[in-house]
């Protein structure tokens, strides 16, 4: 079992920036493919980025390449969300995901957090 706790969700400006933390526990963290997803309000969960064991693998959303960064702390059994340049469209809850395989798809994570809000205001 993993247990994720995602945070640093709140308001911010367009043009801004804001970085999301996950806090794991439970089984290995460092065995994890982590990745993040968000859904905005009447609309499907989207993935936005994931990162591999031990961080040599990205892949992102092409609606967040180039603005956001994902990056993990193995020794902290965290992992991060960059976001830069904020866009009113990047408002959503956003949600933490452990699995084996970088993946876009939501079915391949196994663990999931409650998730953050985060709103742009424009």
């Known amino acids: 079992q993993v247990q994720l706790v995602e945070s640093g969700g709140g308001l911010v400006q367009a043009g801004g920036s804001l970085r999301l933390s996950c806090a794991a526990s439970g089984r290995t963290f460092s065995t994890n493919v982590m990745g993040w997803f968000r859904q905005a309000p009447g609309k499907e969960r989207e993935f936005v980025a994931a990162i591999g064991y031990g961080s040599a693998v990205t892949h992102y959303a092409d609606s967040v390449k180039g603005r956001f960064t994902i990056s993990r702390d193995n020794a902290k059994n965290t992992v991060y969300l960059q976001r830069n340049s904020l866009k009113p469209e990047d408002t959503a809850v956003y949600y933490c995901?452990?699995?084996?395989?970088?993946?876009?798809?939501?079915?391949?994570?196994?663990?999931w957090g409650q998730g953050t809000q985060v709103t742009v205001s424009s």
């Open positions: 995901a452990a699995g084996l395989i970088v993946s876009e798809r939501s079915s391949d994570y196994d663990y």
